[in-house]
């Protein structure tokens, strides 16, 4: 999967991470994959997947900090929360929010299968341990689009590998090395001096 990695992802991931501040970028980062994901829906499908999505959304977030516990580049981590919602997607039919085509998400799957298979994370099941005690809000779900689905917003191409593209546009194959010097002010939500549309749900 192709993904951007930039200082707002590192300072995301070094403020998740840090007591407090962690759930104040948590209901930030949530806000924002909700927005960006939505706005490839219908509009009409937006207002009834909202409150799945949060509800999603949150829960990935556990799924991030388990897996950068687990030794996952940072990347990797993400993208590991990415296929999350692919999964999701793909199971309700929501194939125009889906950033892979589906042909790719086995392969995907396989990349990171000792992670999911130790937290029953499968493509029908997508939050697998990770799904919190009261559910995820319910929304309905378009299955027929899985036959006939022109995956407009998926990039297809990079089932390999993660791949993250830099602020130079330059993409690269793997995590980039963190840096030392992460200012977490630069996380979503931290600050107001940091606007919505310098952070990035891939």
């Known amino acids: 999967m192709k993904l951007r990695q930039n200082v707002r992802h590192w300072a995301a991931k070094r403020a998740l991470t840090t007591p407090v501040l962690?759930?104040?970028?948590?209901?930030?980062?949530?806000?924002?994959?909700?927005?960006?994901?939505?706005?490839?829906?219908?509009?009409?499908?937006?207002?009834?997947?909202r409150d799945h999505l949060d509800d999603f959304f949150d829960a990935t977030m556990d799924t991030y900090v388990a897996a950068l516990d687990a030794g996952y580049p940072e990347a990797e981590?993400?993208?590991?929360?990415?296929?999350q919602a692919n999964f999701d997607f793909f199971e309700h039919g929501w194939t125009e929010m889906m950033e892979i085509p589906a042909d790719e998400l086995e392969e995907h799957y396989r990349r990171y299968e000792e992670f999911f298979?130790?937290?029953d994370i499968t493509i029908d099941a997508a939050l697998g341990a990770f799904r919190p005690a009261d559910g995820v809000a319910d929304a309905?779900?378009?299955?027929?689009?899985?036959d006939t689905a022109a995956f407009e917003n998926a990039v297809?191409?990079?089932?390999?590998?993660?791949?993250?593209?830099?602020?130079t546009g330059e993409i690269r194959q793997g995590s980039a090395a963190e840096p030392d010097d992460v200012d977490v002010s630069r996380a979503p939500g931290v600050s107001v001096d940091t606007p919505d549309d310098e952070a990035s749900a891939d």
């Open 22 to 49: 962690g759930g104040v970028v948590n209901d930030k980062l949530v806000d924002l994959h909700t927005r960006v994901f939505l706005d490839r829906a219908d509009e009409g499908h937006r207002a009834e997947r």
């Open 77 to 83: 981590a993400r993208e590991i929360t990415h296929l």
């Open 117 to 119: 298979t130790r937290y």
């Open 140 to 146: 309905p779900a378009t299955p027929e689009k899985r």
């Open 156 to 167: 297809a191409g990079f089932s390999d590998d993660v791949y993250v593209e830099d602020d």
